[in-house]
């Protein structure tokens, strides 16, 4: 059964802070990883990874998969209000999650 | 404009009246599934499909019933509605070239069972 644990499950941060979102991963036929960030409405993609090593940006955000260690990780720096939302992890043969990052960015 | 359409946005029921929510995709899509989201417990799979007339279980298959007649479509269909099936409900679609690529998500479901 294909696996996805992300961590940790609430982080509170002050506005210009730097964090790190954690997905691990134990899926048969890895192919991709898919981040997405959720507001109060249907998760907005962020990133597909397929390769080790190579990181995805866009922005203040960027992601990195280490096939080796089956995980991700999604780095937010000099975080906004408007970064606060739950961050998704996916992976697997019919696209499994985790349960998600809950991220409160504070003035 | 490409987009994932589920109907109803908001549904409240009572005990035991069947329902139907629809998903439509107009992205020509093999893949399409539903998740239900529940505080705390993320995006659960109920079941998904490959391609038309190919569906399978997914985590927490009880109680729900799909089909895919056509590529486009997958309906969600609760046969028995009971208050433990009260949540938001998600529909996605994707390509399956090599594996799952971006998934697109309908704008959700808000389901309410009294």
């Known amino acids: 059964e294909d696996k996805v644990v992300q961590s940790p499950l609430s982080l509170v941060v002050h506005e210009g802070d730097t964090v790190t979102l954690n997905c691990s991963y134990e899926v048969t036929n890895f192919r991709s990883l898919l981040w997405y960030k959720q507001e109060k409405k249907a998760p907005t993609f962020l990133f597909m990874l397929t390769s080790s090593g190579i990181e995805k940006k866009s922005g203040r955000l960027s992601s990195i998969l280490d096939k080796k260690e089956l995980s991700s990780i999604l780095n937010i720096t000099a975080t906004q209000t408007g970064d606060s939302a739950i961050y998704l992890c996916?992976?697997?043969?019919?696209?499994?999650f985790g349960k998600g990052t809950s991220l409160l960015v504070t003035p | 404009e490409a987009q994932v359409t589920q109907n109803p946005r908001y549904l409240i029921t009572v005990t035991g009246k069947k329902l139907t929510v629809t998903c439509s995709q107009n992205?020509?899509?093999?893949?399409m599934s539903w998740y239900r989201q529940d505080p705390g417990l993320g995006l659960r799979q109920i079941y998904y499909s490959m391609n038309v007339e190919v569906t399978d279980k997914g985590d927490v298959p009880e109680g729900y019933k799909v089909s895919r007649k056509e590529k486009r479509n997958f309906p969600l269909i609760l046969e028995s509605p009971s208050p433990n099936q009260t949540s938001l409900y998600f529909c996605?679609?994707?390509?399956?070239?090599?594996?799952?690529?971006?998934?697109?998500f309908g704008q959700g479901t808000r389901l309410t069972v009294v």
């Open positions: 996916a992976a697997g043969y019919a696209l499994n």
């Open positions: 996605a679609s994707s390509f399956r070239d090599r594996g799952i690529t971006e998934a697109f």
């Open positions: 992205m020509n899509h093999e893949y």
